[in-house]
T-cell receptor, first 108, second 121 residues
Framework: RKEVEQDPGPFNVPEGATVAFNCTYSNSASQSFFWYRQDCRKEPKLLMSVYSSGNEDGRFTAQLNRASQYISLLIRDSKLSDSATYLCVVKVGNQFYFGTGTSLTVIP | DAGVIQSPRHEVTEMGQEVTLRCKPISGHDYLFWYRQTMMRGLELLIYFNNNVPIDDSGMPEDRFSAKMPNASFSTLKIQPSEPRDSAVYFC???????????????????FGPGTRLTVL
């Protein structure tokens, strides 16, 4: 079983829409959680960390449910520039486990 | 700082040839990670170093792969001999030792290099 599982999508949404991605992880000893963003043919970059109490950064909201072992990312008022692949990342010890990513395309 | 530097950015080689990928981490970062990314398998950790010492190489696919970190500012990933199934994007990442968020946990953001796109014919 993979450490981190994500729906690969693709998600195609109109500008201004709200879209949510979910991710599940298998290791209950996971300590830290992140969402990374990867643009086409570029390297992954940290979008935001995910805190136990949930956290918000502008149009982006991340939530963690430890009991069910899933993480979510909500994007409100989607922009064309949000088009990218979103990677769910889980840290166990010193290792980071990446999901295969969810592809988002925001359509004009 | 210039960020994590990788070279070459693109490599095309023939099956059986030796390939060496290079990485310069961000100065002051204490961990260095090598990843491989393919469409089918996503981003996979191959090996990581802490203070130049290899800690876990369980992700290295087989003996054809080897990695070294002779000093804090340089690491190599070598494939010998290369095979077509090694074609992928190889990323190097280094980790900031300073926690970037959350009390008591130390989230330690990873910074990725631009990657090396390897094609083995």
């Amino acid at each position: 079983r993979k450490e981190v599982e994500q729906d690969p999508g693709p998600f195609n949404v109109p500008e201004g829409a709200t879209v949510a991605f979910n991710c599940t992880y298998s290791n209950s000893a996971s300590q830290s959680f992140f969402w990374y963003r990867q643009d086409c043919r570029k390297e992954p970059k940290l979008l935001m960390s995910v805190y136990s109490s949930g956290n918000e950064d502008g149009r982006f909201t991340a939530q963690l449910n430890r009991a069910s072992q899933y993480i979510s990312l909500l994007i409100r008022d989607s922009k064309l520039s949000d088009s990218a692949t979103y990677l769910c990342v889980v840290k166990v010890g010193n290792q980071f486990y990446f999901g295969t990513g969810t592809s988002l395309t925001v359509i004009p | 700082d210039a960020g994590v530097i990788q070279s070459p950015r693109h490599e095309v080689t023939e099956m059986g040839q030796e390939v060496t990928l290079r990485c310069k981490p961000i100065s002051g970062h204490d961990y260095l990670f090598w990843y491989r990314q393919t469409m089918m398998r996503g981003l996979e950790l191959l090996i990581y170093f802490n203070n130049n010492v290899p800690i876990d190489d369980s992700g290295m696919p087989e003996d054809r792969f080897s990695a070294k970190m002779p000093n804090a500012s340089f690491s190599t990933l070598k494939i010998q001999p290369s095979e077509p199934r090694d074609s992928a994007v190889y990323f190097c990442a280094s980790r900031d030792p300073a926690p970037t968020g959350g009390a008591g946990i130390g989230y330690n953001e990873q910074f990725f290099g631009p990657g090396t796109r390897l094609t083995v014919l």
